[in-house]
């Protein structure tokens, strides 16, 4: 289900906002203040903010500059005020629209559609442009082939990249030499030795790894195989 966040002190208004929104089939939450707001952005992880200008003692403009540290949700805000340039000033720190009021309901919710629509369509094509597998600090892109331990790219070979990916891509799953063999060699022992795997693990850690005696990402079931750690790695 779709949730927004309302921010709004003055709360008829917060409540007919939420009666037509449920009604819509949203989930709704309301804010009174910015307090308030970035908690319920912290916590409920909206996937649209309608945001009022006029808090009260508050400035929803300083709100979003606040929300925008922590979250990239889709804002609209909500004015009073007619002043273009107060608009146009609000858009620049970080609104995706704003409506002004009085509105109609209706025109609340052709806003919401239009700006979930547009933030959906740059999610996707984000996705697409950067499939990036994250382990905590370990970051795998999958596009760019490059990947980062620590903010730091590492030079790896398209073998070990290939190797590293296809264990990256079962976190936790146990793969024995010759199950690697034929699928990241896609050739059988009968081609290839499957001490080449172990040499290319050895090298893979040794450049992925702060200990490659001990490592945390690609440990060694023993007797077994190898597998991509995703807790704290011990072998
Ligand atoms: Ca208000």
């Not at 793969?175 to 080449?196: C, K």
Request: hydrophobic share 40%; proline share 3%.
């Amino acid at each position: 289900m779709t949730k927004i966040l309302v921010v709004e002190d003055d709360l008829a208004n917060a409540n007919m906002l939420e009666r037509y929104l449920t009604g819509e089939g949203f989930e709704v939450v309301i804010a009174i203040d910015g307090a308030e707001a970035l908690r319920a952005t912290a916590s409920m992880t909206p996937d649209l903010v309608l945001l009022d200008i006029g808090l009260g003692e508050e400035d929803g403009r300083d709100v979003l500059k606040e929300i925008r540290l922590i979250s990239d949700v889709p804002t609209i805000f909500l004015t009073g005020r007619g002043l273009e340039s107060e608009r146009i000033a609000g858009l620049k720190l970080g609104a995706d629209d704003y409506i002004v009021k009085p509105f109609s309901l209706g025109e609340v919710s052709a806003r919401i559609e239009s700006v979930l629509r547009r933030a959906g369509a740059n999610l996707a094509q984000h996705q697409i442009d950067a499939p990036t597998m994250r382990f905590g600090d370990l970051l795998i892109n999958e596009n760019t082939h490059e990947v980062h331990v620590g903010g730091e790219l590492l030079e790896l070979t398209s073998k070990e990249f290939a190797l590293l990916v296809f264990l990256a891509r079962s976190p936790r799953q146990v793969f024995s030499r010759e199950q690697l063999l034929e699928h990241v060699w896609e050739s059988s022992g009968e081609w290839q030795n499957e001490a080449t795997v172990t040499e290319h693990i050895r090298r893979l850690r040794a450049k992925l790894e702060t200990d490659p005696d001990h490592p945390r990402w690609i440990t060694t079931v023993r007797g077994v195989g190898y597998r991509f750690e995703v807790e704290a790695g011990s072998s």
